[in-house]
T-cell receptor, first 111, second 114 residues
Framework: SQQGEEDPQALSIQEGENATMNCSYK?????LQWYRQNSGRGLVHLIL?????REKHSGRLRVTLDTSKKSSSLLITASRAADTASYFCATDGSTGNQFYFGTGTSLTVIP | NAGVMQNPRHLVRRRGQEARLRCSPMKGHSHVYWYRQLPEEGLKFMVYLQKENIIDESGMPKERFSAEFPKEGPSILRIQQVVRGDSAAYFC????????????FGPGTRLTVT
């Protein structure tokens, strides 16, 4: 399976702390994306990083990509209670026809 | 500029009935993807369509499931003779082109089979 895997499965932190989530995948990719899903809702696109990029920032989000290790990390700095959600990484695989999602990291930020 | 729209948001069907899920992509997007999410799991790809064409249906169950994206109107995911195991959230996403562009997701349709 080309499916990505997020680690940890669940993470609970205090408001203001940083949260780091990791994603590993199995095959070569063109790009990797991170999504957020609030409970019972659809997915919200957070950030896309291309295979030739190593790091990307967007507001309080920092994403890194290491294609040699087939892994990516998502860092949320100065977390807020509103960041409580599940976070998924998605890779596009070799055909680009579909995206492979991991099982997600459930983040809880305690106010 | 409306996002991806899906309807209905919730659908309850009895075993053996048919379920029809609709997806209207974002304006200017001609690529539609359907995913299924079982409870406590990530999204699993089902099918990728462009207008009037099925490009990749490698994630679709071989029986009872079909999808279309006609020249006019929304994309339809159709499940015939639903069973309890079909209960899940079904998400549609659209993109302007395939590959390097992010996919924009709809709010999903939650199907419950009783």
């Amino acid at each position: 399976s080309q499916q990505g895997e997020e680690d940890p499965q669940a993470l609970s932190i205090q408001e203001g702390e940083n949260a780091t989530m990791n994603c590993s995948y199995k095959t070569s990719i063109n790009n990797l994306q991170w999504y957020r899903q609030n409970s019972g809702r659809g997915l919200v696109h957070l950030i896309l990083i291309r295979s030739n990029e190593r790091e990307k920032h967007s507001g309080r989000l920092r994403v890194t990509l290491d294609t040699s290790k087939k892994s990516s990390s998502l860092l949320i700095t100065a977390s807020r209670a509103a960041d409580t959600a599940s976070y998924f990484c998605a890779t596009d695989g070799s055909t680009g026809n579909q995206f492979y999602f991991g099982t997600g990291t459930s983040l809880t930020v305690i106010p | 500029n409306a996002g991806v729209m899906q309807n209905p948001r919730h659908l309850v069907r009895r075993r053996g009935q048919e379920a029809r899920l609709r997806c209207s992509p974002m304006k200017g997007h001609s690529h539609v993807y359907w995913y299924r999410q079982l409870p406590e799991e990530g999204l699993k790809f089902m099918v990728y369509l462009q207008k009037e064409n099925i490009i990749d249906e490698s994630g679709m169950p071989k029986e009872r499931f079909s999808a279309e994206f006609p020249k006019e109107g929304p994309s339809i995911l159709r499940i015939q003779q639903v069973v309890r195991g079909d209960s899940a959230a079904y998400f549609c996403a659209s993109s302007r082109s395939r590959g390097s562009h992010e996919q924009y997701f709809g709010p999903g349709t939650r199907l419950t089979v009783t």
